[in-house]
């Protein structure tokens, strides 16, 4: 246990579309907190901004931040954070809002010598107009995780996206589809931990694939020539520095068997059964209790 911090609240649930996720991430959390010696008050967040102040008046030593997407991810809930003046794990406000404005993160990676994929915003019209680039490309929401609303336009579509389907607002990212190996990486703190390559039956890694049993494989460590492993680790920690980030983050990337491409920066990793993060901790090593004590240990606000 944390020689600084004894109390931790542990912020879990939240309004996104993410909700079931963080809820278990919470769970796993606290349960790993408290085993290790932590005093823990889970805080099932929803979209009441006094019912969270008020949930936290009882004044914890610090917050495990284990909520996931908007609001929870997105620079939201560290601001309320940072004017109460508690510590929090994970990334601050300007890096969690960065890493979730998706345009704006690939134009930071790009200026840092990160290759990303190439991509334009549009308009719900534009997109409906017609194609914006050669297919198969894929359109996605600018600012959501845990790839929900990935939508890759092949060359057939059995369901062609049209105004009555549209699953997204008036701004979209479109980009280009790289194809290849998914490889991904967490940095904790200054260290990259290791690489895995993920494996699925679907087109993609999608939020299915992500969080169901079986939706996926991980293979650990990622079976890639040496230099491309050595690569994948420097880039995740450039990007990871790149925004800004502190504590955990992972960085996903596609290998096209020439170039490493950067998908995104994933600030608050999901700390499920089937997450990536605990596994990458535990081959260096680091058991899931010591990681998130490490968590809680590195929780500042921003000043």
């Known amino acids: 246990m944390s020689a600084k911090f004894k109390k931790v609240a542990v912020l879990m649930g939240g309004p996104s579309v993410e909700r079931e996720v963080s809820l278990v991430s919470g769970q796993a959390v606290a349960t790993a907190l408290e085993s290790a010696g932590f005093e823990v008050a889970k805080i099932d967040v929803g979209r009441d901004v006094a019912a969270l102040v008020g949930a936290l008046e009882y004044g914890p030593d610090a917050v495990f931040n284990a909520l996931h997407g908007r609001f929870g991810e997105d620079g939201s809930v560290q601001g309320i954070l940072n004017l109460l ?29 990160i290759k990303v994929a190439p991509h334009a915003v549009a308009t719900k019209d534009d997109v409906l107009g017609g194609d914006l680039m050669a297919r198969p490309y894929v359109i996605k929401p600018i600012n959501e995780g ?35 190996r998914e490889l991904t990486v967490a940095v904790m703190g200054t260290k990259p931990l290791a690489v895995t390559e993920i494996t699925t039956g679907r087109d993609f890694y999608d939020y299915d694939a992500k969080y169901t049993d079986g939706g996926s494989t991980h293979v650990l460590p990622a079976d890639v020539p040496g230099p491309i492993y ?68 590195q929780a500042e606000c921003d000043q």
Not at 162 to 176: I, L, R
Not at 256 to 278: F, H, K, R, W
Request: glycine share 10%.
């Open 85 to 113: 003046g508690l510590p929090y794990t994970h990334s601050g406000l300007m890096a969690s809002a960065i890493a979730m404005d998706k345009p704006m993160a690939k134009r930071l990676f790009s200026a840092a010598g």
């Open 230 to 297: 050595d690569e994948a680790m420097r880039l995740a920690k450039l990007a990871h520095d790149t925004l800004g980030c502190r504590g955990v983050s992972r960085a996903d990337f596609r290998f096209d068997g020439n170039d490493i491409y950067i998908l995104e920066v994933n600030t608050q990793p999901g700390m499920t059964a089937t997450s990536l993060v605990p596994e990458q901790a535990a081959l260096v090593g680091i058991n899931f209790g010591e990681l998130v004590s490490w968590m809680v240990e």
């Open 146 to 180: 845990s790839s929900v609303g990935v939508h890759i336009i092949h060359e057939l579509l059995s369901e062609p996206l049209t105004k009555d389907n549209w699953p997204y607002g008036e701004y979209v990212m479109v980009e280009q589809f790289i194809p290849g």
